[in-house]
T-cell receptor, first 112, second 114 residues
Framework: NAGVTQTPKFRILKIGQSMTLQCTQD?????MYWYRQDPGMGLKLIYY???????DKGEVPNGYNVSRSTTEDFPLRLELAAPSQTSVYFC???????????FGEGSWLTVV | GDSVTQMEGPVTLSEEAFLTINCTYT??????LFWYVQYPGEGLQLLLK?????DKGSNKGFEATYRKETTSFHLEKGSVQVSDSAVYFC?????????????FGTGTLLAVQP
């Protein structure tokens, strides 16, 4: 049972570089989310999607972009990496009722 | 807006001690409430949930009751083990907004000593 799969697990970026965090889920969930977790803090919502072709901003969207061309995939794009984007990123998905949200294992990103 | 407040850690207990981690929330609608657990180096796993007032969620010996009158969802376990050492997050789901966004507390680190 794959669930929510994120890649890469670890990445070091230089300031100004770009990259994409990949996320795919095999549960046919409508809803998908990207969160970031900073040390000693809870998770903050970056972007979310309620279905293919529909995305919207969360609490902390600046510096990121997303797309949702299929139900399964929800990539997160960092265009110009900054040290403030050093964090752990979690992708998640759920059914419309939202009663259970499933998380990926996380992607540890360091910007130097 | 909606928010979750949970007790600061770390919480350090001896094995077989009783655990309580406090969580209170502020919400305009009728949210679902969750406890997630994060073991070192891993992602978040759903521990238990409650979707309406007076519901009790339970799993792996952990329990939490949805108390609307006190806007609380405290996590309890009667006898903790070393393997319970992790960070515990209380969260609520914005079901009323039809987006199911989770709003998290800051997390409580639990360290259980043998």
């Amino acid at each position: 049972n794959a669930g929510v799969t994120q890649t890469p697990k670890f990445r070091i970026l230089k300031i100004g570089q770009s990259m994409t965090l990949q996320c795919t889920q095999d549960m046919n969930h409508n809803y998908m989310y990207w969160y970031r977790q900073d040390p000693g803090m809870g998770l903050k919502l970056i972007y979310y999607s309620v279905g293919a072709g529909i995305t919207d901003k969360g609490e902390v969207p600046n510096g990121y972009n997303v797309s949702r061309s299929t139900t399964e995939d929800f990539p997160l794009r960092l265009e110009l990496a900054a040290p403030s984007q050093t964090s752990v990123y979690f992708c998640a998905s759920s059914w419309m009722d939202g009663n259970t949200i499933y998380f990926g294992e996380g992607s540890w990103l360091t910007v130097v | 807006g909606d928010s979750v407040t949970q007790m600061e850690g770390p919480v350090t207990l001896s094995e077989e001690a009783f655990l309580t981690i406090n969580c209170t929330y502020t919400a305009t609608g009728y949210p679902s409430l969750f406890w997630y657990v994060q073991y070192p180096g891993e992602g978040l796993q759903l521990l238990l949930k409650a979707t309406k007032a007076d519901d009790k969620g339970s799993n792996k010996g952990f329990e939490a009751t949805y108390r609307k009158e006190t806007t609380s969802f405290h996590l309890e376990k009667g006898s903790v083990q070393v393997s319970d050492s992790a960070v515990y997050f209380c969260a609520l789901s914005d079901r009323g907004g039809a987006t199911n966004k989770l709003i998290f507390g800051t997390g409580t680190l639990l360290a259980v000593q043998p």
